[in-house]
C-alpha cells in the first residue's frame, strides 16, 4: 500500500493526487512503515510547498555551530552557500554559536534574512563540543527562537549546500538518513551497543545523521532536551555512547519517529562516489582535515 501510493506525487497533506505524478520515483523507497514521506527529488513541486508555507506563514530559525578552528575552515562556505540554496523565499534567521563571536563572516544578507551570533564557551573535548549543542539549542529556542520562527533546523558546519533545500524538507519532525547507511542492512548500523548507555539500542528504523535535524521549534526543543539529559545521565555514569550525541539522537527518533524524513540527497558525502539514486545533491560533507583540525 505504502509503495503504491508512494510511486505517486506528494502533495500537501502527503495523500497521493495523480495530476500531480509527473515523476514517480519507483526506486527508492519514499515512505516510512509509520508512513512518513521520504523525500527524494522528482517526489514534490517546489513552487507548491513555497506558497503553502508562505501562506501559512512558516519561518526558519538555523543554528550552527563554529567553535575554534571550525569557524575558519567552514563557516564562510556553509553561510555563503546557505545563502543561494536554504529555505529561499521563507524568512530565516541564522544562529551562529561560537567562541569568537568577532571572526564570523560579515555576510551581505537580503530581506527577512538576518543573523545572531552567540558566544558560547569552548569545551575542552571535542566530543563535548559536539554534544553540549544539544543543550545550547533547547536554551535558545526557549529563550528566543520560539518567540521569531516557527521552524528550526540544526547542522553541522562542515557542510555545503549545492541544491535547493527548501520548504519541502520542512515538516514537525525533520530527520536525514546517513549517506552510509541507507543501502546497508540494519545489522550494520552503527547504533550504540552498550547497555550501560542511555543510547543503547538493539534495533531500530534507519541510521539517522546528527549533522542535520530539525521540525518545529516544539518537537525540535522535546529532541534536544531529552538528547541532552541522555547525555548527562551517561556523564553520571561514566559512559560515553559510541557516536556522541548521533546515538542520542538515533534513540530518540526510534522512540519519537520523524514525521518527515529527508533521503541522503539532503546529506551527502561525495566520496562515495556516483549512485544511481542521487540524483541531486543539496548538501555536501566538506572534506574532513582532521589532522589540521583535530590535533589538541
Ligand atoms: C569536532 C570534532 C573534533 C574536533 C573538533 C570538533 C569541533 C566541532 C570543533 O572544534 N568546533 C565545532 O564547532 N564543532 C561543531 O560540532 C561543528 O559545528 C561541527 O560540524 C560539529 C560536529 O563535529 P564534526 O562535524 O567534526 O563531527 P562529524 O562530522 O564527525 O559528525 C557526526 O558525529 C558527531 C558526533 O561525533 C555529531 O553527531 C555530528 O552531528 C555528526 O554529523
Ligand atoms: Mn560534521
Redesign the pocket.
Given at each position: 500500500k505504502c509503495h503504491l501510493a508512494s510511486a505517486k506525487m506528494l502533495t500537501l497533506d502527503n495523500s497521493v493526487d495523480e495530476s500531480l505524478n509527473l515523476g514517480a520515483r519507483l526506486d527508492v523507497q519514499t515512505c516510512t512503515p509509520w508512513r512518513a514521506p521520504i523525500i527524494w527529488d522528482g517526489m514534490f513541486i517546489s513552487e507548491i510547498w513555497d506558497q503553502r508555507h508562505q501562506t501559512e506563514g512558516a519561518s526558519v530559525a538555523l543554528t550552527?555551530?563554529?567553535?575554534?578552528?571550525?569557524l575558519d575552515a567552514?563557516l564562510w562556505d556553509f553561510l555563503n552557500s546557505s545563502e543561494h540554496y536554504f529555505m529561499l523565499g521563507l524568512p530565516v534567521i541564522y544562529y551562529v554559536f561560537t567562541d569568537m563571536p568577532q571572526k564570523v563572516p560579515d555576510i551581505k544578507l537580503p530581506h527577512l534574512r538576518t543573523m545572531r551570533i552567540i558566544n558560547v564557551k569552548r569545551h575542552s573535548r571535542?566530543?563535548d563540543?559536539?554534544m553540549m549543542?544539544m543543550k545550547t539549542i533547547a536554551d535558545t529556542i526557549e529563550s528566543d527562537i520560539r518567540h521569531h520562527s516557527t521552524h528550526v533546523f540544526c547542522f553541522?558546519?562542515?557542510q555545503v549546500f549545492t541544491g535547493r533545500f527548501g520548504s519541502e524538507a520542512l515538516g514537525d519532525s525533520v530527520a536525514l538518513l546517513h549517506a552510509y547507511f541507507y543501502h546497508l542492512p540494519k545489522e550494520r548500523f552503527t547504533y550504540d551497543r552498550n547497555p550501560k548507555s542511555k543510547a543503547y539500542m538493539e534495533t531500530g528504523d534507519f541510521y539517522y545523521?546528527?549533522?542535520v535535524f530539525g521540525g518545529s521549534w516544539k518537537s525540535v526543543k522535546a529532541l534536544t532536551e531529552a538528547c541532552y539529559q541522555s547525555i548527562m545521565e551517561d556523564k553520571k555514569n561514566n559512559v560515553e555512547a559510541l557516536?556522541?550525541?548521533?546515538s542520542h539522537?538515533n534513540k530518540y527518533l526510534w522512540l519519537h519517529k520523524p514525521s518527515r524524513v529527508l533521503s541522503p540527497e539532503y546529506g551527502w558525502d561525495p566520496s562515495i562516489g556516483y549512485m544511481n539514486d542521487i540524483q541531486v545533491t543539496r548538501l555536501l560533507w566538506a572534506p574532513k582535515q582532521y589532522e589540521k583540525?583535530?590535533v589538541p
Amino acid at each position: 500500500k505504502c509503495h503504491l501510493a508512494s510511486a505517486k506525487m506528494l502533495t500537501l497533506d502527503n495523500s497521493v493526487d495523480e495530476s500531480l505524478n509527473l515523476g514517480a520515483r519507483l526506486d527508492v523507497q519514499t515512505c516510512t512503515p509509520w508512513r512518513a514521506p521520504i523525500i527524494w527529488d522528482g517526489m514534490f513541486i517546489s513552487e507548491i510547498w513555497d506558497q503553502r508555507h508562505q501562506t501559512e506563514g512558516a519561518s526558519v530559525a538555523l543554528t550552527v555551530f563554529a567553535v575554534g578552528r571550525y569557524l575558519d575552515a567552514y563557516l564562510w562556505d556553509f553561510l555563503n552557500s546557505s545563502e543561494h540554496y536554504f529555505m529561499l523565499g521563507l524568512p530565516v534567521i541564522y544562529y551562529v554559536f561560537t567562541d569568537m563571536p568577532q571572526k564570523v563572516p560579515d555576510i551581505k544578507l537580503p530581506h527577512l534574512r538576518t543573523m545572531r551570533i552567540i558566544n558560547v564557551k569552548r569545551h575542552s573535548r571535542w566530543q563535548d563540543i559536539s554534544m553540549m549543542r544539544m543543550k545550547t539549542i533547547a536554551d535558545t529556542i526557549e529563550s528566543d527562537i520560539r518567540h521569531h520562527s516557527t521552524h528550526v533546523f540544526c547542522f553541522d558546519v562542515d557542510q555545503v549546500f549545492t541544491g535547493r533545500f527548501g520548504s519541502e524538507a520542512l515538516g514537525d519532525s525533520v530527520a536525514l538518513l546517513h549517506a552510509y547507511f541507507y543501502h546497508l542492512p540494519k545489522e550494520r548500523f552503527t547504533y550504540d551497543r552498550n547497555p550501560k548507555s542511555k543510547a543503547y539500542m538493539e534495533t531500530g528504523d534507519f541510521y539517522y545523521h546528527a549533522a542535520v535535524f530539525g521540525g518545529s521549534w516544539k518537537s525540535v526543543k522535546a529532541l534536544t532536551e531529552a538528547c541532552y539529559q541522555s547525555i548527562m545521565e551517561d556523564k553520571k555514569n561514566n559512559v560515553e555512547a559510541l557516536w556522541h550525541d548521533e546515538s542520542h539522537l538515533n534513540k530518540y527518533l526510534w522512540l519519537h519517529k520523524p514525521s518527515r524524513v529527508l533521503s541522503p540527497e539532503y546529506g551527502w558525502d561525495p566520496s562515495i562516489g556516483y549512485m544511481n539514486d542521487i540524483q541531486v545533491t543539496r548538501l555536501l560533507w566538506a572534506p574532513k582535515q582532521y589532522e589540521k583540525l583535530r590535533v589538541p
